[in-house]
Nanobody, 123 residues
């Protein structure tokens, strides 16, 4: 049974940092692309960053480029999202997702999802 479990969310002041973790289990993810999405109240779920597990290649949304870094730890089967210089507009529920052999950008293309972790940035 595939499981993606996010952690690391919380309340932080603007300009602060958080690191989200996504622990993946239940299968080998070497052929997967892992994505971090976020969804603010009343808005669509959007891709923030993704990483191809096999070669570590990455993609970032323009809104987070230069502030967020996605990475993976093969030994721990965990994907991270380091978030620096946080802004109030980064406030959202953040989800981890897995896409088999793809470079997907839309939620519907992802096969597995975590339950989400809340990030709140105060001004």
């Amino acid at each position: 049974q595939v499981q993606l479990v996010e952690s690391g969310g919380g309340l932080v002041q603007a300009g602060g940092s958080l690191r989200l973790s996504c622990a993946a289990s239940g299968r080998s993810f070497s052929s997967y692309t892992m994505g971090w999405f976020r969804q603010a109240p009343g808005k669509e779920r959007v891709l923030v960053a993704r990483i191809k597990w096999s070669d570590g290649s990455t993609f970032y949304a323009d809104s987070v480029k230069g502030r967020f870094t996605i990475s993976r730890d093969n030994a721990k089967n965990t994907v991270y999202l380091q978030m620096n210089s946080l802004k109030p507009e980064d406030t959202a529920l953040y989800y981890c997702a897995a896409d088999y052999q793809g470079l997907a950008r839309t939620p519907v293309e992802y096969d597995y999802w975590g339950q989400g972790t809340q990030v709140t940035v105060s001004s």
